[in-house]
Antibody, heavy 126, light 107 residues
Framework: QVQLQESGPGLVKPSQTLSLTCNVSGGSISNDGYYWSWLRQLPGKGLEWIGYIYYSGSTYYSPSLESRLTLSLDTSGKHFSLKLTSVTAADTAIYYC??????????????????WGQGTLVTVSS | DIQMTQSPSSLSPSVGDRVTITCRASQSIRSHLIWYQQKPGKAPKLLIFDASNLHSGVSSRFSGSGSGTDFTLTISSLQPEDFATYYCQQSYTTPLTFGQGTRLEIK
């Protein structure tokens, strides 16, 4: 069974870069068929999709974050990462990494999240 | 972006009740609707994909229906472990978007 675990600083200063890593065990991110994803949940609020990266390295970002966001895969096949630049207090959230599988038909691919990390709280504050 | 609207925002049913939660999309998403359950301090857990397909290991008391813009999640006989917040998500197009959640609280 795939397991995911986020790691990274819990406190980031405003205007700095938020960097998180997701370690994947029980499977390889180099395998076809999955999108390796980041989501966040603002305190007491709903869920927001940040973006995902395919095993090939293709990335898909939320337009609201795209200008500040970089997702990457590690060549070892064991972890993937998020970098979000120029953070503000509005970026304070629980950040989740997740595996997205998908259904598909002739019109495209339709991803959803079947395995999640436990989440890590990142606070943006001076 | 496709807006997802859930109703109600909260509900206080009793154990054994049949519970229905509604999710409406701002445009047609065909059958590309996902349901998750989230308990406090935990990550969301996948329940249903493609509107009506039960994820492996999920209790059969959960069921989903709908297509186009209107969808429902039904819990046939509420159990104590079902008190949680439920979210819908559209997988039709990026950006992937979620409903605001429906919280089931113990009566």
């Amino acid at each position: 069974q795939v397991q995911l675990q986020e790691s990274g600083p819990g406190l980031v200063k405003p205007s700095q870069t938020l960097s998180l890593t997701c370690n994947v065990s029980g499977g390889s991110i180099s395998n076809d068929g999955y999108y390796w994803s980041w989501l966040r949940q603002l305190p007491g609020k709903g869920l927001e999709w940040i973006g995902y990266i395919y095993y090939s390295g293709s990335t898909y970002y939320s337009p609201s974050l795209e200008s500040r966001l970089t997702l990457s895969l590690d060549t070892s096949g064991k972890h993937f990462s998020l970098k979000l630049t120029s953070v503000t207090a509005a970026d304070t959230a629980i950040y989740y990494c997740a595996r997205a599988t998908y259904s598909w038909d002739i019109t495209g691919y339709f991803p959803y999240f079947d395995f999640w990390g436990q989440g890590t709280l990142v606070t943006v504050s001076s | 972006d496709i807006q997802m609207t859930q109703s109600p925002s909260s509900l206080s049913p009793s154990v054994g009740d049949r519970v229905t939660i509604t999710c409406r999309a701002s445009q047609s998403i065909r059958s590309h609707l996902i349901w998750y359950q989230q308990k406090p301090g935990k990550a969301p857990k996948l329940l249903i994909f493609d509107a009506s397909n039960l994820h492996s290991g999920v209790s059969s008391r959960f069921s989903g229906s709908g297509s186009g813009t209107d969808f429902t999640l039904t819990i046939s006989s509420l159990q104590p472990e079902d008190f949680a917040t439920y979210y819908c998500q559209q997988s039709y197009t990026t950006p992937l978007t979620f409903g605001q959640g429906t919280r089931l609280e113990i009566k």
